[in-house]
């Protein structure tokens, strides 16, 4: 979903076997397949971060989550891999807000499947922190605990870390995955313009993602 449609909507799998033909022939292209960063980020040594940018709200990054957290698993020792919520507007900001705030108790990766289901299953907005304070209640997360951590300086900071980052990534859509400071693709962007089933855009950003992950350790 790119940054201009966030203001119209108020309201990837382990890779195995051969790439597609497309990826086949000589490999992802830059400028077609994924960007280069202009200005690459430092890094820590021994360590490739790969970092998923999403939102909870966009349809697109729902329908991402099997693929890339079960791809996510299966990535060797030395990469490290994390989510990164963006804040593309007001509301999103609050989403934003809930993401950090659930990672600061420790319970985001428990909660986000259920979150990710209210809003895109039943159609709840969850834009504000009471709704998502009473939501979270029926899975066992103390209210005063979420509406203390919610208001926390350390989330705030998280938050504009956050919003730092993906600055520096120029994200302007979602879901898009960051690698090793250097490389941007995503579902969209790794088909290079041709109009695909989503299911094989997810498995085409994994692939270019491994890829890229191989070119970061100097082996592509």
């Given at each position: 979903?790119?940054?201009?449609?966030?203001?119209?909507?108020?309201?990837?799998?382990?890779?195995?076997?051969?790439?597609?033909?497309?990826?086949a022939?000589?490999?992802?292209?830059?400028?077609?397949?994924?960007?280069?960063?202009?200005?690459?980020?430092?890094?820590?040594?021994?360590?490739?971060e790969?970092?998923e940018?999403?939102?909870?709200?966009?349809?697109?990054?729902?329908?991402?989550?099997?693929?890339?957290?079960?791809?996510?698993?299966?990535?060797?020792?030395?990469?490290?891999?994390?989510?990164?919520?963006?804040?593309?507007?007001?509301?999103?900001?609050?989403?934003?807000?809930?993401?950090?705030?659930?990672?600061?108790?420790?319970?985001?990766?428990v909660?986000?499947?259920?979150i990710?289901?209210?809003?895109?299953q039943?159609?709840?907005a969850?834009?504000?922190?009471?709704?998502?304070?009473?939501?979270?209640?029926?899975?066992?997360?103390?209210?005063?605990?979420?509406?203390?951590?919610?208001?926390?300086?350390?989330?705030?900071?998280?938050?504009?870390?956050?919003?730092?980052?993906?600055?520096?990534?120029?994200?302007?859509?979602?879901?898009?995955?960051?690698?090793?400071?250097?490389?941007?693709?995503?579902?969209?962007?790794?088909?290079?313009?041709?109009?695909?089933?989503?299911?094989?855009?997810?498995?085409?950003?994994?692939?270019?993602s491994?890829?890229?992950?191989?070119?970061?350790?100097?082996?592509?």
């Open positions: 979903m790119k940054r201009r449609d966030f203001s119209a909507l108020l309201a990837a799998t382990p890779l195995a076997g051969a790439a597609p033909a497309a990826l022939q000589g490999g992802p292209v830059e400028g077609r397949h994924y960007k280069a960063l202009s200005k690459p980020l430092s890094s820590q040594p021994g360590k490739i790969v970092v940018f999403f939102w909870y709200g966009c349809p697109h990054c729902y329908a991402f989550e099997d693929s890339i957290e079960a791809w996510a698993r299966q990535l060797p020792a030395d990469v490290a891999f994390r989510k990164v919520h963006v804040a593309f507007r007001a509301n999103v900001k609050i989403h934003q807000r809930m993401f950090y705030t659930l990672e600061a108790l420790g319970k985001e990766a909660a986000r499947p259920a990710f289901k209210a809003m895109h039943q159609g709840l969850l834009d504000d922190a009471k709704s998502q304070a009473k939501f979270l209640s029926n899975l066992g997360i103390d209210p005063a605990k979420y509406q203390d951590a919610y208001n926390s300086f350390g989330v705030q900071t998280k938050c504009t870390q956050a919003e730092k980052l993906s600055e520096a990534y120029n994200i302007d859509g979602v879901p898009s995955i960051g690698i090793g400071g250097r490389f941007l693709t995503s579902p969209s962007v790794s088909a290079g313009g041709q109009p695909l089933p989503e299911h094989e855009l997810h498995s085409r950003a994994l692939q270019v491994n890829f890229l992950i191989q070119r970061v350790r100097g082996k592509a």
